[in-house]
């Protein structure tokens, strides 16, 4: 993509609202404008990360064997009658009433949902277990929405439903869950810390939220010094294998939010303990039969008993993860994306448009580059050099590729990696061949 056609309108000033790192970043690089309050519109580059992050966790829910389908965001408010949750949920839930007068709502979440497709479809234990996932735009309808992505009213969600015979089974579901959660978020470049949490409005009693490390972090951790130097995914068992170990071990390490830590129940000497910030970025329920029963979610056992199903839920914010990347990796200067979800590999920065010789390599790499899957983003506009170092510093694109005229000179472009800084200057055959690597 040239950046002289591309639709990205950057910010050199933090408008006033934006009071955290992400929200700021994401503001200025042109990733996201708000709408209205709590709801935003996500332009082409945040769209781009967005996606990128989707890919990943729909990979790994694909790999631990969910199925994906795709459920609508109004449901209708009989369903949620029916489970007891539509006058326990509150304010947050968006009510509607159609022309016909039917109460409709739209899904904050989808157990009820996913529950009455599963009953009205799965009648034998021979189907079981099956986990159904969907990746589905939600609404809250917060009291005081803010931190841009990180706590807005409507938000992309991940949400896995797991149904099994007996609660040994749901375990068994539960743990291969838990252990997606881990590789997802270390594809995503993240440290992802598993606790106990409660289970609050979606109910159960098992239940762990997955907390990533950021000095801006909305929650106080309290965590194992070990946690953050272990490998935990190093000898991890494949999807359906026996989990329970990798489970004990996982669980078994101290952790705990700042409103749940209690130094004297904890096993840790200070100098093991270690404080920080994080912000939630997943939460996974085992909840039995809180839906299943009173939604009639039963299939016939083998004696032909019947059975109320077991049944897990699973979230991940897809969206608040690109704003908890960033919270994670950022410097005065802007982002820095991990290459898993960047939205660009490459940032080629043309230092004198017009000038042919600069202007000729530069299209010679960007073609070179695409020709072999690399997604480049080329600074071809007429703008000073500091305006496009700081743009491509702004918008974290994992490499830089800088060509001036004094390099042509010397037969050198200067390869620049954001994360480090660290510059070198090669020949653009060693230049590519280090990209393309």
């Known amino acids: 993509m040239r950046m002289s056609a591309f639709f990205l309108p950057t910010l050199k000033e933090t408008p006033n609202e934006a009071q955290i790192v992400s929200h700021r970043l994401m503001l200025r690089a042109g990733m996201i404008r708000q709408t209205s309050a709590g709801i935003y519109a996500w332009l082409p ?23 994906e389908l795709l459920m609508p965001t109004i449901q209708p408010a009989e369903l949620w009658k029916q489970s007891g949750r539509y006058d326990d949920y509150g304010k947050e839930m968006l009510r509607i009433v159609d022309r016909h007068d039917r109460e409709m709502l739209y899904g904050p979440t989808n157990e009820e949902m996913i529950t009455d497709i599963f009953r009205n479809a799965v009648k034998s234990y021979r189907d079981l277990p099956k986990s159904l996932y969907h990746i589905q735009w939600k609404f809250r309808d917060e009291i005081r929405p ?19 015979l007996d609660p040994a089974a749901a375990r068994r579901s539960y743990q291969n869950m838990f252990l997606a959660y881990l590789r997802t978020f270390a594809r995503l470049g993240l440290k992802a810390i598993p606790m106990q949490a409660d289970t609050g409005p979606i109910g159960g009693d098992l239940s762990h939220e997955f907390i990533i490390l950021a000095e801006t972090g909305e929650s106080g951790v309290f965590c194992d010094r070990r946690w ?24 078994g390490i101290y952790a705990a939010t700042d409103e749940k830590h ?25 909840f039995g039969t809180k839906y299943s029963k009173p939604l009639g979610a039963v299939v016939a056992g083998a004696n032909g008993e019947p059975v109320t199903v077991e049944m897990g839920s699973y979230g991940i914010g897809v969206s608040r993860l690109v704003g908890a990347v960033i919270e994670a990796s950022h410097d005065d200067a802007g982002i820095i994306w991990p290459d898993s979800v960047a939205p660009y590999q490459v940032g080629l920065v043309n230092l004198k448009s017009g000038d042919a010789g600069t202007d000729a390599l530069c299209v010679d790499l960007y073609h070179k580059l695409q020709a072999q899957g690399t997604e480049v983003l080329y600074d071809d506009r007429d703008e000073r050099p500091g305006a496009k170092f700081a743009d491509m510093d702004l918008i974290g694109v994992p490499w830089q590729l800088v060509v001036g005229p004094r390099g042509l000179k010397s037969g050198v472009v200067e390869l620049k990696r954001r994360g480090t800084a660290e510059k070198h200057e090669l020949s653009p055959e060693s230049a590519l061949a280090r990209l393309l690597a």
């Open 146 to 164: 803010r931190f841009g992505v990180m706590r807005g009213r409507e938000f992309l969600m991940k949400d896995a439903y797991s149904f099994d």
């Open 262 to 286: 209690d130094p004297a129940t904890s096993p840790l000497p200070a100098d093991q303990l270690v404080s920080a910030r994080g912000i939630e970025v997943g939460h996974i329920f085992y």
């Open 45 to 67: 580059l945040g769209l781009k990360v967005l996606r990128r992050i989707e890919r990943i966790v729909r990979e790994e829910q694909d790999a631990a064997g969910a199925q």
């Open 228 to 251: 953050l130097d272990l490998d935990v995914l190093r000898d991890a068992p494949v999807y359906g294998d026996d989990l329970e170990p990798f489970f004990t071990q996982a669980t």
